[in-house]
């Protein structure tokens, strides 16, 4: 027998499509904060040591965890290349916007203190700001626009044409979804300040904390109150063999309200996921209140886990629904790649995941602590 014989197709696609779920929270649990922390940058920090202070939170960890976003595109392309096709073509302009931001991070950190004056130490301040609510912004309208379908048709041979425009991305739904991802980060972001930080940066990290969780709460339920009488969801009329080849011209859907919450229905413990994203947000903004620092923090990262994974089984087994054509639609079964690349990404996957993962736990381990203003003022260290 072939060695991935070993695991059936359909079997190797629920994998990856449960892989490219922790990869996208992994990023948003990790590098989330560092976005989140950007966006409360210039709002906690009054004095240049206490933005210092906040910025040396996450400076020495944020290229790590930025690792989670490269992964994250690498399944994407890998395991789905439709789905990447699509996205990264018909997304572009959103992509270079979300690119240029992210540049200004490492820009940011590496130039900000190399000089003394308040002009050039307040603007990179701001471009930093910029770097964190852009990127925040542009994924949650991303997926706000996936939830409603994304405008693009498959020709007989399986070729791409997308329909849509840059300004079409940003309907009411879609920046929505972007308030609430905006939201969700920076109350991440305030859980991990509040963790890493004293004093007067603490305290006002507390209250813009408590702000971001009540406001994660409410954009998210009302996210749900209008993906349920607002937005049609899809569904498949025939066709989506799971165990057959990738084509998903091989069958037919149409749009269908109310079908997003078909799964709930089906399997009611999936509901598990909406009320983590509900609870956790209620959770963290309990803890603000109570200056619990550890559930806080854990409070932030449940509503992050039941955000995303709510929009997944929501949508499940569509990946990218087509708004132009909805037979054209891409789901977890037929547009994977093929079974052979399937098998052998997962053996790299668990080899090289779990070294990620323990260098990722070493390296927190050892930058463990709280940032205080005398690492700031120490001119022996290598505070940013």
């Known amino acids: 027998m072939i060695l991935h014989q070993l695991l059936d197709y359909e079997v190797l696609r629920l994998i990856w499509w449960v892989l490219l779920g922790v990869l996208l929270i992994g990023f948003s649990a990790t590098d989330g904060f560092d976005l989140g922390a950007a966006i409360l940058l210039p709002f906690v920090g009054k004095t240049d040591v206490e933005r210092r202070i906040v910025i040396n939170t996450v400076g020495p960890v944020w290229e790590g965890n930025q690792v989670w976003l490269i ?4 399944a994407i392309f890998a395991a789905w290349p439709q789905l990447y096709a699509v996205s990264f073509s018909g997304f572009y302009l959103a992509m270079f916007a979300t690119l240029f931001a992210l540049i200004l991070r490492p820009v940011g950190f590496k130039y900000r203190s190399k000089r003394e004056s308040a002009t050039w130490r307040n603007s990179w301040d701001w471009a930093l700001f910029i770097g964190g609510f852009v990127p925040s912004l542009i994924f949650g309208v991303a997926v706000g626009n996936v939830l409603q379908g994304v405008p693009f048709r498959l020709g007989s041979d399986l070729r791409i044409f997308y329909d849509g425009t840059f300004f079409g991305l940003l309907n009411p739904y879609a920046l929505l979804c972007g308030l609430l991802s905006v939201a969700m980060l920076a109350m991440h972001g305030a859980a991990w300040l509040m963790l890493k930080t004293t004093g007067r940066v603490q305290d006002r990290t507390r209250t813009l904390g408590t702000a971001a969780a009540f406001a994660s709460f409410v954009l998210f339920a009302l996210g749900g109150i209008a993906l349920y009488f607002f937005v049609d969801g899809y569904a498949v009329t025939s066709g989506g063999d799971m165990f057959g080849p990738s084509n998903p011209l091989a069958k037919t859907a149409e749009v269908a309200p109310g079908a997003w919450f078909a799964n709930y229905g089906a399997y009611p413990i999936l ?17 603000f209140g109570a200056r619990k620092e550890g559930i806080t923090l854990l409070g932030s990262f449940l509503s992050i886990f039941g955000i995303i994974s709510s929009v997944g089984v929501s949508m499940f087994p569509f990946i990218l629904p087509s708004s132009a054509d909805p037979n054209a639609s891409l789901m977890v079964f037929d547009s994977s790649s093929s079974h052979l690349t399937l098998f052998i990404m997962l053996g790299v996957t668990l080899i090289f995941l779990p070294i990620v993962l323990l260098y990722t736990a070493w390296a927190y381990k050892i930058l463990w602590g709280k940032v205080e203003a005398s690492d700031i003022t120490n001119k022996g260290g290598h505070a940013y």
């Open 71 to 74: 992964l994250g595109g690498g």
């Open 271 to 287: 509901l598990i996921a909406p009320v983590l994203g509900l609870g956790g947000a209620f959770l963290a903004f309990i803890g």
